[in-house]
């Protein structure tokens, strides 16, 4: 029996249809998944920038704690110092010579100056005196041999 030639080609057609939907339905499948790995992608970048952004902020608050612990252990440092030039001070006050004081504190005697310098480099300017302040200028007629009265 032969089947007519519209017959096969219609047959031909709707083989060729079901193989290109199916092609279709792959195709639209991975483009369905290409898009969701660009999307991905850019919410990747856009993580990574706020994570940047965040370490940028992070490193900037250590550095300032950095600071602050350099400057707290600079002011606790100049502090001990202090303390350690007063009890210097008190026992070279108490008679013992500044050798002995020295020796006993296992320091140099060079060392012992510079260390009793903190306290008197630190008396000295807190009770270094106000220049006076300077006396008003006479006024240009004032020759000198006369008496200036002066109104408030």
């Keep these: 029996m032969m089947v007519r030639r519209s017959a096969k080609l219609t047959e ?8 290109a939907a199916t092609q279709i339905e792959r195709e639209e499948s991975l483009l369905t998944l290409a898009e969701k790995f660009i999307v ?24 300032k704690d950095r600071e602050r612990a350099r400057e707290s252990a600079k002011t606790n440092g100049e502090d001990l110092k202090a303390a350690q030039a007063s009890v210097a001070d008190e026992m070279v006050a108490l008679g013992a010579k500044p050798a002995d004081v020295a020796a006993r504190l296992g320091i140099s005697v060079g060392e012992l100056r510079k260390l009793r310098s903190i306290n ?7 009770t270094a005196p106000v220049p006076p302040t300077p006396a008003e200028p006479a006024p240009a007629s004032y020759t000198g041999d006369e008496p200036v009265s002066v109104s408030a």
């Design 12 to 19: 031909a057609r709707k083989k060729a249809r079901e193989r």
């Design 120 to 126: 008197s480099d630190k008396n000295s300017s807190e």
């Design 40 to 63: 991905a992608e850019e919410e990747l970048g856009t993580i990574d920038d706020g994570l940047q952004d965040q370490i940028r902020k992070i490193d900037e608050r250590a550095e």
